[in-house]
């Protein structure tokens, strides 16, 4: 079945270490996002690719990272930078770079700073 | 920047009473994407509005695209309890490339 697998499902960080998430998806999609959400709260863009080797800086780009080396592929690394990282972080796809289709969300994953 | 706004942002039902939410966007929207997530779990697409003043049904579900394309609805007939969740819209900005979510609205059903 064609999915959006995220690893691990919750993740434990110490204050000052960087850690990845893993994003990985067999659609085909071209576009991929990562969204972060907090108890209660709406959905807000990280970072997003529209293409591989290309990415753009969503609104709360600051204290992460990503990269697009394989269309497949769209791991995101919280940073030490990153002072509140506690949060669900979820992984999306799209198929077709401006089209209007719905996004697929992975499982997201649970990130918890100890 | 856009903006897309949800109201109420939570609601508790009792099974058997109707439910509906409100999204309201800062700017005309291309088309409007509707996404449930259930408690614990990712967000799941349900539909897409493309015209101005369409209205789309899936079972007790109505969908509606306001005239201007800058508001929709989602009306619930008769909750039950698996319609537990919160219930986000979604309007892509202009260039296409990413939608903005609304906050969210959290329904709840008491059985």
């Known amino acids: 079945d064609g999915g959006i697998t995220q690893s691990p499902k919750y993740l434990f960080r110490k204050e000052g270490q960087n850690v990845t998430l893993s994003c990985e998806q067999n659609?085909?999609?071209?576009?991929m996002y990562w969204y972060r959400q907090d108890p209660g709260q709406g959905l807000r863009l990280i970072y997003y690719?529209?293409?591989?080797?290309?990415?753009q800086k969503g609104d709360i780009a600051e204290g992460y990272s990503v990269s697009r080396e394989k269309k497949e592929s769209f791991p995101l690394t919280v940073t030490s930078a990153q002072k509140n990282p506690t949060a669900f972080y979820l992984c999306a796809s799209r198929n077709g770079v401006s089209g209007i289709y719905g996004y697929t969300f992975g499982s997201g994953t649970r990130l918890t700073v100890v | 920047g856009q903006q897309v706004m949800q109201i109420p942002q939570y609601q508790h039902v009792q099974e058997g009473e109707d439910f509906t939410t409100y999204c309201n966007s800062s700017?005309?929207?291309?088309?409007i994407q509707w996404y449930k997530q259930r408690p614990g779990g990712h967000p799941v697409f349900l539909i897409q509005?493309?015209?101005?003043?369409e209205v789309k049904k899936q079972k007790r579900l109505t969908f509606q695209f306001g005239e201007a394309k800058k508001n929709s609805s989602l009306h619930i007939t008769a909750t039950q309890t698996t319609d537990v969740g919160t219930y986000f819209c979604a309007g892509p900005e202009t260039s296409g490339s990413r939608l903005t979510f609304g906050e969210g609205t959290q329904l709840t059903v008491n059985p």
């Open positions: 509005l493309v015209k101005s003043g």
């Open positions: 690719s529209q293409i591989v080797n290309d990415f």
């Open positions: 659609l085909n999609h071209d576009a």
């Open positions: 700017t005309t929207l291309s088309n």
